[in-house]
């Protein structure tokens, strides 16, 4: 069985979420904010990529706002990371934000984070502006990236 993307609407999914975030970032997010968030399936989307030995590889949020998303969180699990998951999520994500209606995408990203970087740019986002010292746990700007519509990676 190949890994398998999908939109999660409730909270059963958020206890693999939340240990991706542990283990992917210094300030995670939190079980609130995600419950909170699947409360507004308009606004809020949540992805996880599954694989057949992980209910929860992958996971992705963003918001969508009018044409445009914002991908708020992004992150593979570290175990299962360079095996093509976060492209094959990413892909998924602006493929179906494009049928959305909203082929447009921005993100933050901290500067110092290649992997995710080259992920992005691979995906046809290009530098857009500096969050100066945006994240803390360490304190480091934040690179504005954003992509405008056209052909959605593969």
Not at 102 to 112: F, G, K, M, N
């Amino acid at each position: 069985m190949t890994p398998i993307v999908e939109r999660i609407s409730t909270p059963a999914d958020l206890d693999g979420v939340l240990e991706v975030e542990l283990a992917s970032f210094s300030n995670p997010t939190t079980r609130d904010w995600y419950a909170n968030e699947l409360q507004r399936p308009d606004v809020c989307f949540v992805y996880v990529v599954r694989t057949p030995d992980c209910r929860v590889a992958g996971f992705c949020a963003f918001w969508k706002v009018v044409d445009q998303i914002h991908i708020n969180n992004l992150a593979i699990r570290p175990e299962l990371r360079h095996r093509g998951l976060g492209g094959l999520l990413l892909a998924r994500v602006l493929a179906d934000a494009a049928i959305l209606g909203a082929p447009h995408a921005t993100l933050e990203v901290r500067r110092s984070n290649e992997a995710a970087r080259t992920l992005y740019e691979r995906a046809g986002f290009t530098l857009a502006g500096v969050r100066t010292s945006y994240y803390t746990h360490p304190i480091e700007d934040a690179l504005i990236l954003s992509r405008t519509g056209g052909r959605v990676p593969e």
